[in-house]
């Protein structure tokens, strides 16, 4: 099967040093392999609304969230881009994380058996030098991803503040070189 990534950048601006890291990390990808990127901001997802223990079907996914929820079910590898924010991840990428919630409770969509087996991958950029720090977004994530059945790809951080300074962050872009490389092992593996 083909590799689909789907790219969701989750700074609140645009061109930032999360979405810079990014796209070094997806031009190591082989040409066969396909690429989606949605900016969330850009996206505008309404605010997540729980619409759980109602009494009522949970409502079908419309728009946005339908369009969102088409293109994650369509990767076979989910990297989360999210700047460190607060010690945890971005606003825009937590609102989707919410969805990820809501979706597991639409009726027919069985979300959790079709998330089973994906890869989640986190890119990340942070204003400390400590990555320690981004601890707590990465059990959010580690532990989000586990409970969908999927599998952790691991994390790159890059050190950064301005915008563009994660490029001054040599071992950042080092590693971005290979960071996404299992996928290709993938890419290029026979299939059965
Ligand atoms: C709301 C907000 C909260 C932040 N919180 C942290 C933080 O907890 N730890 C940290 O190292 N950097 C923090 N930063 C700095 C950003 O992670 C850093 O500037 C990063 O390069 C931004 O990535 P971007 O250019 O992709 O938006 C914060 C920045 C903002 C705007």
């Known amino acids: 099967m083909t590799s689909r990534f789907l790219f969701l950048l989750g700074s609140a601006r645009k061109d930032g040093n999360t979405e810079l890291l990014a796209r070094r990390a997806a031009e190591a990808l082989p040409e066969e392999v396909e690429q989606q990127w949605i900016h969330l ?91 320690s720090t981004a601890e707590p977004a990465l059990a959010t994530l580690e532990m989000t991803g586990s409970y969908l059945g999927m599998r952790w790809g691991g994390v790159l951080n890059g050190y950064s503040s301005a915008p563009g300074q994660v490029l001054e962050d040599e071992a950042a872009l080092r590693r971005a070189g290979t960071f996404l490389a299992p996928a290709h092992d993938r890419a290029a593996a026979p299939t059965a």
């Open 41 to 131: 901001e850009e996206a505008a997802l309404p605010r997540f609304v729980d619409h759980r223990h109602t009494g009522e079907e949970i409502p079908q996914p419309v728009g946005v969230e339908k369009e969102l929820l088409n293109a994650t079910l369509a990767a076979t590898d989910v990297v989360l881009a999210t700047p460190l924010y607060w010690y945890n991840v971005s606003g825009s990428t937590k609102v989707m994380l919410d969805y990820w919630a809501g979706w597991l409770k639409v009726p027919g969509l069985d979300f959790r058996a079709r998330m089973n087996g994906k890869t989640l991958w986190t890119i990340m950029a942070l204003g400390d030098e400590d990555f």
